[in-house]
């Protein structure tokens, strides 16, 4: 079967670094995305990996390893508007994208 | 700007009745996507359409249809609405749902059943 697991919440202080963890579980995969949602708002393209290790944009970064099917996101220098829902999704061997719930990260000041 | 479409962004209607949510995709892509997000939940993805025929299913309801026309916009039905319908109904495209190719979503259309 097909699964994705990501936690509900976090909590980072400002000016902090935070990682947002992200497992999967499927036979087919076709690469990993991950975006932000702020409260009420689309969902916005942060990062796609397809192949293993870290892709840095800026203060945000992707990291993937496919054998052990686990993702993370790893945001630097947090700001209050950093504060959102952060969704890992992964694509099948079908090009469906399996979404994750979503964790919501709190920055306090 | 993402350059997907929606409208309305605002729906209000009465249970029992019918309404019709619009999208246009960004311009050159081919795939259409629709999503519910209910108040504090993840996205559910409900159906995909590509160049005007269906290609995924999701978790859709009966009383909800969707199609694509041939100038690549979409409309997603809802009829006999019920109070647990009201949410926020997304959009998002992309060129081909192909690996690598990011979806990108419209602002949503917040539906209230009342």
């Known amino acids: 079967g097909q699964n994705i697991d990501q936690p509900t919440e976090m909590t980072a202080t400002e000016g902090a670094i935070v990682q947002i963890n992200c497992t999967y579980q499927?036979?087919?995969?076709?690469?990993l995305f991950w975006y932000q949602q702020h409260a009420g708002e689309a969902p916005t393209f942060l990062s796609y990996n397809v192949l293993d290790g870290l892709e840095e944009k800026g203060r945000f970064s992707s990291f993937l390893s496919r054998s052990k099917g686990y993702s993370y996101l790893l945001l630097k220098e947090l700001q209050m508007k950093d504060s959102a829902s952060y969704l890992c999704a992964f694509m099948d061997s079908n090009y469906q994208l399996i979404w994750g719930a979503g964790t919501k990260l709190i920055i306090k000041p | 700007d993402s350059g997907v479409t929606q409208t309305p962004k605002h729906l209000i209607t009465a249970t029992g009745q019918r309404v019709t949510l619009r999208c246009s995709p960004r311009?050159?892509?081919?795939?259409v996507y629709w999503y519910q997000q209910s108040l504090d939940q993840g996205l559910q993805f409900l159906i995909q359409?590509?160049?005007?025929?269906?290609?995924a299913k999701g978790n859709i309801l009966e009383r909800f249809s969707a199609q694509q026309f041939p100038d690549l916009h979409s409309e997603l039905n809802l009829s006999s609405l019920e109070l647990g319908d009201s949410a926020l109904y997304f959009c998002a495209s992309s060129v081909a749902g192909q690996p690598g190719n990011t979806i990108y979503f419209g602002e949503g259309s917040w539906l209230t059943v009342v």
């Open positions: 311009s050159g892509d081919l795939s």
């Open positions: 499927t036979s087919g995969f076709n690469g």
């Open positions: 359409y590509y160049n005007g025929e269906e290609r």
